[in-house]
């Protein structure tokens, strides 16, 4: 029925101003099209970096748990270092859950979708998760901290450099430990430039500006001459 508004506004009050000139709509529309393909390959591009992330950090992870157990015959500090290392996921995990200002997936026109699922770091504080793999003496320095993952690895260097004078690991093995965390934190810094740089807001309206430039402003195009 709407539909029918503008048809009885043009043809039966004779409005003719309200006409679009095919070569406006074509203009508008080549527009629109670039931007909207190039909103698609930036997405595409964020998801893609997102998902190598997070295989490269599931794979070092595996790697990490074989080289903690067998570099050095200690099953307490081979637990600690492992156990550690869990702690460090699950608060880089809590950090790229944390609601940003620009972030849309708690506005009200999306609260219909939230019933369909549920984000368990929401849900649960991070103390109750860490609690189940740091010691307490770790657990009370990490929570006061603010960057917590960056802190918990810290740790595991630590412990590592401990173990090294110690006599109780190779300066071999110690290196290689060593590029292990460094390779952590190239990837928890790509997780962080995901998750603190926005797709830039002025892209996404653009479009609205096309359409609303056209529809509202019909005589302006009349007088360029389209």
């Known amino acids: 029925m709407l539909g029918l508004i503008p048809v009885i506004l043009y043809e039966v009050l004779g409005f003719k101003w309200l ?5 406006i709509i074509g203009l508008v529309g080549t527009s629109a099209a670039f931007i909207v393909g190039f909103t698609n390959t930036q ?22 748990g074989l080289i903690s157990r067998d570099f050095f015959n200690n099953p307490e500090k081979s637990k ?18 944390e609601e940003r ?9 999306n609260a219909e979708y939230q019933q369909y ?5 929401w849900k649960t504080p ?5 609690i189940n793999y740091l010691q307490d003496d770790d657990l009370k320095y990490i929570i006061n901290t603010n960057n917590k993952a ?3 690895m810290a740790l595991q260097s630590v412990t590592i450099k401990q173990l090294y004078e110690q006599g109780k ?7 290689e430990m060593e590029r292990a965390i460094r390779d952590f934190y190239t990837q928890q810094a790509k997780a962080e430039q995901i998750k603190n740089s926005p797709y830039p807001r002025q892209y996404a309206i653009i479009n609205t500006f096309f359409c609303l430039a056209v529809l509202h402003h019909p005589p302006f195009w009349h007088a360029q001459g389209f």
């Open 150 to 152: 960056t802190q918990i």
């Open 19 to 23: 006409d679009i000139p095919w070569a």
């Open 43 to 64: 997405t595409y591009r964020r998801t893609d970096e997102g998902q190598q992330m997070w295989t490269s950090i599931f794979s070092q992870s595996r790697a990490w």
């Open 117 to 121: 699922y549920t984000v368990p770091e």
């Open 126 to 130: 991070l103390e109750s998760e860490l």
């Open 101 to 109: 200002i620009w972030e849309s997936v708690s506005k009200k026109h």
């Open 80 to 97: 600690l270092l492992i156990y550690r290392h869990i702690a460090w996921l699950t608060a880089l995990r809590y950090q790229l859950r």
């Open 169 to 175: 690991i190779a300066v071999l093995q110690f290196v």
